[in-house]
């Protein structure tokens, strides 16, 4: 049995911003044991609680406190900025519990905000593809996702969609179609109230957040099952 989540330590997001402040190797080592105590062993046990909690609600997500979190050390190799930590914690819970599938959970605890997502983000051009042949193929399927996801509070990101229609979609006309075929991502978001990240409260509010989210998991996977 997992270590139920309990909530992160107040110092928590203190601490992110101390970080941010000092950015440096030596700073964080000083505080490692502040770092695993108020936010790093918190984030596993959430993972854990919440690996228990979809698997109960027949999600098809899971994670573990080695594979799932990312690290907080940025990647600066490629990067004009070259701050060495992030200003978050992030973990990703995905059916196969890697950090390389499609149709995941995503939750964000950060200095600008924390929210939890459900993404088919960044889907290769054979499944993206599909994705786009099924929403010009089936509207009504399409539709009906839209519409249980707006009725249960939450709307697909629109941001960082193509200018223009994908080649082979340039007669699509309708207006919300249209929109659909040029995204890159399919994605809903949910804002965390940052006072809840100290409570235990936050699993039921992320595993209530993915069963609103469900049709939007269920539509990428029967897509994905015809695709492969």
Not at 78 to 92: E, Q, T, V
Not at 142 to 171: H, I, N, T
Request: charged share 30%; with cysteine.
């Amino acid at each position: 049995m997992a270590d139920a989540f309990k909530g992160f330590g107040q110092k928590a997001i203190p601490f992110l911003k101390a970080l941010d402040f000092h950015q440096s190797r030596e700073w964080f080592q000083e505080n490692r044991d502040l770092y695993e105590s108020q936010l790093h062993e918190p984030f596993c046990d959430l993972v854990e609680t919440l690996t228990e909690r979809f698997a109960t609600a027949g999600l098809g997500l899971r994670g573990d406190r080695k594979k799932s979190l990312f690290r907080i050390n940025r990647d600066v190799r490629f990067s004009k900025d070259k701050r060495p930590y992030n200003r978050h914690l992030s973990a990703i819970l995905s059916p196969d519990g890697t950090k390389m599938e499609q149709g995941v959970f995503y939750v964000h605890i950060g200095l600008e905000r924390c929210f939890a997502g459900v993404a088919w983000w960044q889907p290769g051009p054979e499944l993206l593809q599909a994705m786009r042949k099924a929403i010009v193929a089936k509207p009504a399927a399409f539709r009906g996702v839209v519409s249980s996801l707006k009725k249960a509070g939450l709307e697909l990101d629109q941001e960082d969609c193509l200018k223009r229609a994908p080649r082979g979609f340039e007669e699509v006309t309708e207006a919300d179609l249209a929109q659909a075929v040029r995204s890159r991502h399919f994605v809903v978001r949910h804002d965390i109230d940052p006072a809840m990240i100290h409570s235990s409260a936050l699993v039921d509010d992320l595993v209530d957040f993915t069963l609103r989210a469900k049709p939007l998991l269920d539509w990428g996977r029967a897509i994905q099952g015809s695709a492969i």
